[in-house]
C-alpha cells in the first residue's frame, strides 16, 4: 500500500529532522532555524532516518515521490526586552553645541543570538539615525527632545530614516522592537519658577529671639534630569550665602539682613562656594539656568526687658514739690537697630518719646504713666497720642516692643484695701488649744513702689506688732480682739510697739492708711470630757414614779468661758439648756436623751429644735461642744426578746451526759442594765438556776424540762434558786422580763450493751420441743426513762417488743432472731413489720438504741469445728515430766449450755471439761480424742459413756463435727 509522512529538513545543515504522519506541527518542539518541509508519497519501507543528510534519490527501498516544492518555515524567538542608559536611568539632559562630546552609553536585556541595533527616532517616533554602537555621541544633533530604542531581527534590514516605528517594518524577516526607550533632552537644563510654599514672591521675619521655624521655596516647570539647588544672595554685599538642595531654609541659621533666594537648574558641577561673590554664569561647570528670585529679610530684635537703674520696674515720686525727679533706665536690648524709649499712659496712649536713658518727672503732674523700650528698622511711624496695642505698627519695617514697661506714679503712696484670704474681713480663732495656725491677709491696691507694713492693735489700741510680712502667727497674738492696719508710705516710720496707735501720718514723709482694717478674734475653748459624778457617761432611771431623778454631771474643762449643758435626744436635736450641773430628769417622761457640754462666747444661738451639729453655730462668737456626752436612758429596765445562738426557741438534750453548753443571745435590751437568765423548772414552776452569762451548762442542771427568762433589771436580784417563779419579786428597783422565754428538755436517754445474764451475747435453744427456753438479758441502762427489748429478724424487722427483761423463745418464728435494747422517753412509734435503720424514729421523743445485739439460735445446739488456738487438730504432750500440759480449743459451736468430751479412741468418755483450757499432764501415756458438745436441758454424759452412742442430755444436744486427736508420751528418766 501507499504511505504519506512529512519529512523536516534543516535548511543550514540538510539533515532531516523529524518524519511524522501529523499534519500539524508544534512550533514548542523545534528548535529556532530554517526548515524545508517535504511531503513524501511511498511504498516499502523508508530508508530515509532523522539525523541523515537529505538524499531525495534515497527515501525508500521501493517506490518514493516528494512533492514539487517544499513548504519554508522559519521559527525565531526574539525579545529586545529594555533599553536604559549605563546608570540605569531612561531619561537624561544633555547640553548640546558647545563644542564639547556628549557620549551616551547604552545597555539592552536583549540576550538572542539575532542581530540588535540601536533606532534614535523623535517624539513622534519618526527614525532620525540607526546605530549598532551602543555609544552615541549626541553633540551635533541639535538642542530638541528624542528617543533611542533597540531592535533585535533576523534577515535583511529594511527600516530607514524617515520611516515611523509604529507603521514600517524593521526587517525582511522577525524583529522585535525594545519595550521602553530612553528619553534625551537636548534643549539644556531649565530652571522653572519658584514660590514660598504659601505662594508667595516675598518672605519678612520679624522675630524677638532667633526664629526656630523654616523657610521652604517650591519649584515649578523645571528639567527632571538635571541638578537642580537654590543659592541664597545677600543683597547688601552680592555674595553667596550658602546653597540648599532642598528648597528648606532655616531661619535659626541666618544672620540679619536682606537677600535674594534663586533655583538653580544646572549640569555638571557646581563651582561657586558660600561667601564668592554672585555670577549667574559661573555656578556650575558645564551649563546652567537661574530661576526667578525670592525676597528674604530676616530681622531679630528682642527687647525683653525696660527698668530703673536699680533693677525695679515701678517707683513712686511725691511730685509738686519743686524737687527734680530724674529717673534712669536702663534695656536689655544688644541688638544694632534704633532705639529709644515711649512714655505713654496707663491706657498705653503715648506721651513722649526719649532718645536719652535719663528723664525728669518732676513737671509732668499727678497720675500714673509707663516708660517702654522699642527697637526697630525702617522709619518710625507712632506719634503722640496714638494708642499703642498689639496691632500697632511701630516702624515701616521690623520692631520690637519692650516686653515689659516701667510704672511711674506720681501720685504719692497708696494703702489699698485689705482681706484675709478667705475674702473676709473678721477672722475668728476659735480652738481648743494654743492655735498653731499662719493667718495671711491680701492687700489690693496698695502702691507697689512704697514701702508696706501692718500695724496690729490691741483691744486698748495699743501697738502689739507692726510687721511686713502678710502672715500673721496666731500663736504670737494675745486672746481677745485685734484689729489690724495697712500702712503705705515714703520714709522711715516713726511709731514702735507698745505707742497708741493715732492715724495720723505714721512716717516721716508722706503716707497713707488702708481703706479698711482687718479684725481678729482669738479664743482658746475646749469644752473636753462631760461625765456624771461618778466618772460614768451612761445611765438609766426610772422615771415617772414621782421620785426625783437628780444627776450631778462634772466637766473636764478649764477654759474660763461660760459653761453650759445641752440636753438634746437621740438624733442630737436640742431639748433644753441647763446652766446648772444639777438636772431633775423625773418629770421628763420615757425616752433616751444626751447631755453635752458646750464652753462659749458671745450670744447662745442655739434654739430649742435645733440640730447641735457642730457645723451649725451655736454661739455668736466662739463655741465648742464636749467631745462626748452622757446617755441618760429613761425608758427603765428592757429585757427584749432572747433566742439561742443558732436563732431557735427551744433545745431537746436526750444525752445529758455529753455535757453539753447552750449559747444564748439577747437583742433589744437596755445596753447599761444588769442582765441574767432565769432557768424555771415546768414541772415544779421553781428557779433551778440563774445565769449571768449567755451560756449554760447543761451538766449543772437536772434532769428535766425548763423554760429561759431573760431579766433586765436596776438595783438588786431579790430572787434566789429554789424561789417559786412568779410570787417572789425579782429585784429591788424596776425590771423587766423578756418578751419571750425558751425551752430547755434535758434528757439522759442512752444505752449502749445488752447481753444475756452470763454475759453472753449469743444463743442456742431447743425448739419445738414443749420446753420453755427462757432467755434473761441484762444491759448498761441506767436512766429513769422507759427501756425496752425489740426482738427482729436478720434484716432488723421488728418481730415483736418485750417489755420485760426475760422472754420464752421456744415459739414459732425465723431461725436466727436478733434481740436490741431501746431506751425512750415520750410515746413509742415503732410497730411490728417495721424495719429498723439509721434514720427510724422509735419515739416522738428521746430514744437510743443498743450498739450491739443478742443472736438466739433457734436452730437448736450446734456442735460446731473444734480446732486448737495455735491451729491444727492434733497435738502431742509429755505427761509425767511435772510440767502442766495445758491445750486450748477452739469451737465454733453455739448452745445453751457447751462442754468438751475427753474421750479414748473408742469415744469412751474419759473426762468432761466445761472450760476450753484442758491440762493433760496428769493423765498416761496414750491417745485421747477431744469432742465440743452444745446442749439443752440438763447433761446425762458420764465418765464411761460412749460419746457416740450415749443420750448425753435430757433436752437436746449436738456433738462436734470432728474432734482434736491428743497423744501423751510417758517420760521417765530411770535411775542413776
Known amino acids: ?228 539647588t537654590f543659592v541664597l544672595v545677600n543683597t547688601q554685599d552680592n555674595t553667596i550665602v550658602d546653597f540648599y538642595p532642598s528648597g528648606v531654609i532655616e531661619l535659626a541659621s541666618l544672620p540679619s539682613g536682606s537677600y535674594l533666594l534663586y533655583g538653580f537648574s544646572f549640569l555638571g558641577d557646581l563651582v561657586a562656594n558660600p561667601g564668592d561673590p554672585f555670577v549667574a554664569d559661573a555656578l556650575s561647570s558645564i551649563c546652567g539656568d537661574l530661576s526667578n528670585g525670592l525676597g528674604l529679610i530676616n530681622r531679630i530684635q528682642l527687647v525683653e526687658t525696660v527698668t530703673l537703674a536699680d533693677g525695679s520696674d515701678a517707683a513712686t515720686l511725691c511730685i509738686g514739690d519743686g524737687v527734680p525727679d530724674p529717673l534712669e533706665f536702663v534695656n536689655s536690648y544688644t541688638g544694632e537697630d534704633n532705639f529709644i524709649y515711649l512714655i505713654t499712659d496707663d491706657n498705653n496712649t503715648l506721651l513722649s518719646t526719649s532718645s536719652d536713658a535719663v528723664i ?193 454631771f462634772e466637766s473636764s474643762t478649764t477654759s474660763v468661758d461660760t459653761l453650759v449643758f445641752l440636753i438634746t435626744n437621740e438624733s442630737n436635736t436640742l431639748l433644753d439648756i441647763s446652766r446648772d450641773n444639777v438636772i431633775d430628769f423625773d418629770g421628763a417622761g420615757e425616752g433616751i436623751c444626751r447631755v453635752w457640754a458646750m464652753v462659749y462666747t458671745g450670744d447662745i444661738l442655739a434654739e430649742i429644735g435645733q440640730n447641735i451639729d457642730p457645723d451649725n453655730p451655736l454661739a455668736s462668737e466662739c463655741f465648742d461642744l464636749s467631745d462626748n456626752f452622757v446617755t441618760i436612758n429613761r425608758n427603765g429596765p428592757e429585757a427584749g426578746e432572747i433566742a439561742f445562738a443558732d436563732g431557735s426557741d427551744s433545745y431537746q438534750e436526750c444525752q445529758a451526759t455529753n455535757g453539753a453548753v447552750l449559747e444564748l443571745i439577747h437583742t433589744g435590751a437596755a445596753p447599761n442594765l444588769s442582765y441574767v437568765y432565769l432557768i424555771v423548772n415546768t414541772e415544779t414552776g421553781t428557779v433551778a438556776s440563774i445565769v449571768t452569762t449567755d451560756s449554760i451548762d447543761l451538766a449543772t442542771l437536772p434532769l428535766g424540762t425548763y423554760d429561759v427568762y431573760g431579766l433586765s433589771y436596776l438595783g438588786n436580784l431579790t430572787v434566789n434558786v429554789s424561789d417559786t417563779f412568779g410570787i417572789t419579786p425579782l429585784a429591788d428597783d424596776c425590771f423587766d422580763l423578756s418578751d419571750n422565754t425558751l425551752r430547755i428538755s434535758n434528757r439522759s436517754v442512752s444505752v449502749t450493751n445488752i447481753s444475756l445474764t452470763n454475759g453472753n451475747t449469743t444463743a442456742a435453744i431447743c425448739p419445738n420441743d414443749g420446753i420453755p427456753d427462757i432467755l434473761s438479758f441484762t444491759t448498761d441502762y441506767t436512766g429513769g426513762d422507759n427501756l425496752a427489748y425489740l426482738v427482729t429478724d436478720e434484716n432488723n424487722t421488728l418481730i415483736r417488743i418485750l417489755a420485760a427483761s426475760s422472754s420464752n423463745f421456744d415459739i414459732d418464728g425465723p431461725a436466727l432472731v436478733r434481740v436490741w435494747a431501746v431506751a425512750f422517753s415520750g410515746n413509742f412509734l415503732l410497730q411490728p413489720g417495721q424495719t429498723i435503720s439509721a434514720g427510724t424514729l422509735i419515739s416522738d421523743d428521746c430514744f437510743d438504741l443498743s450498739d450491739n445485739f443478742v443472736l438466739v439460735d433457734r436452730n437448736g445446739p450446734a456442735g460446731g469445728l473444734l480446732s486448737l488456738a495455735g491451729g491444727g487438730d492434733t497435738a502431742t504432750t509429755c505427761s509425767g515430766d511435772e510440767v502442766a500440759d495445758v491445750l486450748t480449743v477452739t469451737s465454733t459451736g453455739i448452745g445453751a449450755g457447751y462442754v468438751y468430751l475427753i474421750t479414748d479412741a473408742d469415744n469412751i468418755i474419759l473426762d468432761i471439761s466445761t472450760t476450753p483450757d484442758i491440762d493433760f499432764e496428769g493423765a498416761p501415756a496414750g491417745l485421747c480424742r477431744i469432742w465440743g458438745l452444745a446442749y439443752g436441758g440438763n447433761l446425762l454424759a458420764m465418765p464411761g459413756d460412749n460419746a457416740a452412742e450415749a443420750i448425753l442430755s435430757d433436752v437436746c444436744f449436738s456433738l462436734s463435727e470432728n474432734f482434736v486427736t491428743v497423744t501423751r508420751i510417758a517420760v521417765d528418766g530411770g535411775n542413776v
Not at 521675619?205 to 516647570?221: E, F, K, M, V
Open 1 to 228: 500500500s501507499v504511505a504519506f509522512s512529512y519529512v523536516f529538513v534543516d535548511a543550514a545543515t540538510n539533515l532531516v529532522t523529524s518524519i511524522t504522519d501529523d499534519s500539524t506541527i508544534n512550533l514548542a518542539s523545534l528548535a529556532v532555524g530554517r526548515y524545508l518541509i517535504y511531503g513524501l508519497s511511498y511504498t516499502g519501507n523508508l530508508t530515509v532516518a532523522v539525523g541523515q543528510p537529505f538524499d531525495a534519490d534515497n527515501l525508500s527501498d521501493e517506490c518514493a515521490d516528494l512533492s514539487e516544492v517544499p513548504l519554508t518555515l522559519i521559527k525565531r524567538v526574539q525579545n529586545a526586552d529594555d533599553v536604559l542608559l549605563e546608570d540605569g536611568s531612561s531619561e537624561v539632559t544633555i547640553c548640546v553645541g558647545d563644542g564639547q562630546p556628549d557620549l551616551l552609553t547604552f545597555i539592552s536585556t536583549y540576550q538572542g543570538a539575532d542581530s540588535l541595533i540601536y533606532l534614535i527616532t523623535n517624539e513622534g517616533n519618526f527614525v532620525l539615525g540607526i546605530s549598532t554602537d551602543p555609544v552615541i555621541d549626541f553633540e551635533g544633533a541639535g538642542t530638541g527632545i528624542c528617543r533611542v530604542w533597540t531592535a533585535a531581527y533576523s534577515g535583511n534590514l529594511i527600516i530607514e530614516a524617515g520611516q515611523n516605528l509604529g507603521t514600517d517594518p524593521i526587517s525582511d524577516e522577525c524583529y522585535d522592537l525594545s519595550d521602553g526607550f530612553v528619553r534625551i533632552n537636548r534643549n539644556g537644563p531649565e530652571a522653572g519658577q519658584i514660590v514660598y510654599s504659601d505662594g508667595s514672591t516675598d518672605f519678612v521675619s520679624c522675630s524677638s529671639t532667633t526664629p526656630d521655624g523654616q523657610l521652604t521655596a517650591n519649584i515649578s516647570g523645571a528639567d527632571p534630569n538635571a541638578n537642580y
Open 360 to 552: 525728669d518727672f518732676e513737671g509732668a503732674g499727678a497720675g500714673i504713666c509707663r516708660v517702654w523700650g522699642l527697637a526697630y528698622s525702617g522709619n518710625l511711624s507712632v506719634e503722640p497720642g496714638q494708642t499703642i496695642d498689639a496691632d500697632s505698627q511701630l516702624s515701616d519695617e521690623c520692631f520690637a516692643l519692650s516686653e515689659s514697661f516701667v510704672t511711674i506714679n506720681r501720685n504719692g503712696p497708696q494703702g489699698g484695701s485689705l482681706l484675709w484670704e478667705s475674702g473676709e474681713t473678721v477672722f475668728r480663732s476659735c480652738t481648743t488649744t494654743e492655735p498653731t495656725d499662719v493667718l495671711t491677709a491680701e492687700v489690693t491696691g496698695a502702691d507697689p513702689n512704697s514701702e508696706f507694713v501692718f500695724v496690729v492693735t490691741d483691744e486698748n489700741n495699743t501697738i502689739v506688732a507692726i510687721q511686713a510680712s502678710a502672715d500673721f502667727d496666731l500663736s504670737t497674738l494675745p486672746l481677745g480682739r485685734s484689729v489690724v492696719y495697712g500702712v503705705s508710705y515714703q520714709g522711715a516710720l516713726i511709731i514702735d510697739i507698745g505707742d497708741t496707735f493715732i492715724a495720723n501720718n505714721p512716717a516721716s514723709a508722706c503716707s497713707d492708711l488702708s481703706d479698711n482694717t482687718l479684725t481678729i478674734v482669738k479664743r482658746i475653748q475646749n469644752a473636753d470630757q462631760v461625765f456624771l459624778t461618778d466618772g460614768s457617761t451612761d445611765v438609766t432611771i426610772c422615771v415617772g414614779d414621782g421620785i426625783p431623778d437628780l444627776l450631778t
